[in-house]
């Protein structure tokens, strides 16, 4: 097998704890296996990056750590 799944996912930092991020490795690496099949499993990567506080953008607006909370939390960020 030549190539291998890589999932990457990019979080702003301290928003997920770690038992968070385990979970989104094993639910990741489970949603592949069912679309490819279980010899999938130990050869899918998932890769979990956190971006600085503020050094993500959306809209032209950078969020912190405290907008991504804020958002998760139902309150409305602008």
Known sequence: ???MPLIQVK?????????Q????????TNAMVEV???NMRPVTWVV???VASGEW??????????DVRALA???PVG
């Not at 979080?11 to 038992?19: A, S």
């Not at 991020?21 to 990741?28: M, S």
């Not at 953008?57 to 405290?66: D, E, F, P, V, W």
Request: aromatic share 2%; no cysteine; charged share 35%.
């Open 1 to 3: 097998m030549d190539e």
């Open 11 to 19: 979080l702003i930092e301290n928003v997920f704890t770690m038992e």
């Open 21 to 28: 991020k385990k979970q989104i490795i094993e639910r990741l």
């Open 36 to 38: 490819e099949g279980e």
């Open 48 to 50: 979990v990056e956190e």
């Open 57 to 66: 953008g959306i809209g032209g607006k950078a969020l912190s750590t405290a």
């Open 73 to 75: 939390a139902g309150v």
